[in-house]
């Protein structure tokens, strides 16, 4: 089998790809993966074929629209507003994005499947090429049930009887860039015009497509009523490169004491990042800790070392999470399962989107105290988490028993044999 991968965003988009990528090589298929050309370089790291697309989206992380929508977590009339003014902004650089993909998919030669994300609708590409097209989400929230309402969204709680209709919001937002998707499959793909081309789950016949849930049962919640061609596999894993090493600074700060706590907020750069890595700079010296900080795209601004505090651009999380005694995130579904793979106590700081779910569950299931939202985050606040975090005794063991369960789960390998299974049925 060759599978085309397709995906795109920030890291915790683009990470799980590469780890199925990995798990179909191991299989002894061959995998391609179309995604921002800002990974390409780690894509080579792990010798995985890459299709290099247009940032796009990307594109407006540094945008102050959009760091005040992330900023605000869309929230009262000003985040309605903010959130309003940044979607008119994707809808233009996602078509930059989909001519790319359907210029990479031409040059890469016969493929049995496309597997995507829905960031991209590239079940469209599938149908330009006869192939099976499979939807791969990395977070609850795209398959609709009765028995919870819509993760992705903040809601507060609804009857259950109003839990399905608030998955109504996601399709609405598909439906958004239904115009430019319709647009892009006549023109450039030679298809004819379709309705409901926006949904992920049908083929264009009415069919059920595939759809594999990169996350883990134990900490995310299923519907048992879901049908059978939907698989919650587990979280996909990707290792550190067997090229990567930690720089001498890293390695000596983590030999120079206790382990550390981690902070890092991953791509989430609100609109006041000098403040938050302010915050956290003496959340650190309250909590009495020392600190690796990790700066990724800007979510701490300049924060500098010192005796108690490192700060890094970032580190594979598979590394150095399991060398540190707490890990302080955003909420991320990527920083969530690596958090949760090294059996150590978390504090969840959410954004946006998925981010309060995944800050929810983990309170839920004992690994984390309760959320510090971004909105409202103080050194106090933090202070006081990160020490609840680490001195209460059933949060540890809770972090420890789960972790035994998410790393034997392998989900990327699961995530192989229900491929391979559905394309021996789609060719028989």
Not at 232 to 258: H, I, K
Not at 283 to 309: H, N, Y
């Amino acid at each position: 089998m060759k599978a085309l991968l397709v995906t795109h965003g920030t890291r915790g988009d683009v990470q799980p790809f590469l780890a199925l990528a990995l798990a179909l090589r191991a299989a002894g298929h061959d995998a391609r993966l179309a995604a921002p050309e800002s990974f390409a370089a780690q894509a080579h790291e792990h010798g995985v074929e890459f299709a290099a697309l247009d940032e796009g989206p990307n594109r407006l992380m540094a945008d102050p629209v959009v760091r005040e929508a992330i900023g605000n977590g869309y929230r009262g009339v000003r985040g309605k507003i903010s959130a309003v003014r940044t979607a008119k902004r994707i809808t233009p650089l996602i078509a930059d994005v989909l001519r790319d993909l359907s210029e990479r998919a031409r040059e890469g030669g016969t493929v049995d499947m496309v597997v995507h994300s829905p960031t991209l609708p590239a079940q469209h590409i599938a149908e330009m090429l006869g192939v099976p097209a499979v939807l791969a989400t990395l977070q609850p929230g795209w398959v609709p049930s009765s028995q919870f309402p819509c993760p992705m969204l903040p809601l507060p709680r609804v009857p259950k009887a109003f839990n399905r209709a608030t998955y109504l919001a996601v399709s609405a937002t598909l439906r958004s860039q239904a115009g430019v998707a319709n647009t892009w499959r006549t023109t450039e793909l030679g298809l004819p015009a379709r309705r409901r081309g926006h949904d992920l789950l049908h083929d264009a016949d009415g069919a059920h497509r595939l759809v594999l849930q990169a996350f883990s049962p134990h900490v995310a919640q299923v519907d048992p009523a879901w049908p059978q061609n939907v698989r919650t596999t587990g979280f996909w894993f990707l290792p550190a490169a067997d090229s990567w090493s930690p720089s001498e600074q890293l390695r000596r700060f983590l030999d120079a004491g206790p382990p550390p706590v981690y902070i890092g907020f991953g791509s989430m750069a609100g609109p006041q990042a000098s403040r938050t890595g302010t915050i956290v700079a003496d959340a650190v010296r309250r909590a009495g800790v020392r600190a690796v900080l990790a700066t990724g795209w800007g979510g701490l601004g300049e924060t500098e070392s010192s005796d108690e505090i490192l700060v890094i651009d970032q580190a594979p999380h598979d590394w150095l999470f399991p060398r540190t005694s707490a890990i302080v995130h955003h909420g991320g579904a990527g920083t969530t399962a690596a958090a949760l793979a090294s059996g150590r106590p978390q504090v969840v700081c959410p954004f946006v989107a998925d981010q309060p779910h995944w800050a929810q569950r983990m309170h839920a299931v004992g690994v984390a105290p309760e959320p510090v939202r971004q909105q409202q985050l103080t050194n106090e606040r933090l202070a006081a988490a990160i020490t609840k975090a680490l001195s209460t005794k059933e949060t540890a063991d809770n972090a420890t028993r789960l972790a035994k369960v998410i790393r034997a789960q392998n989900g990327a390998h699961t995530a192989v044999r229900a491929l391979e299974e559905h394309l021996d049925h789609a060719q028989s």
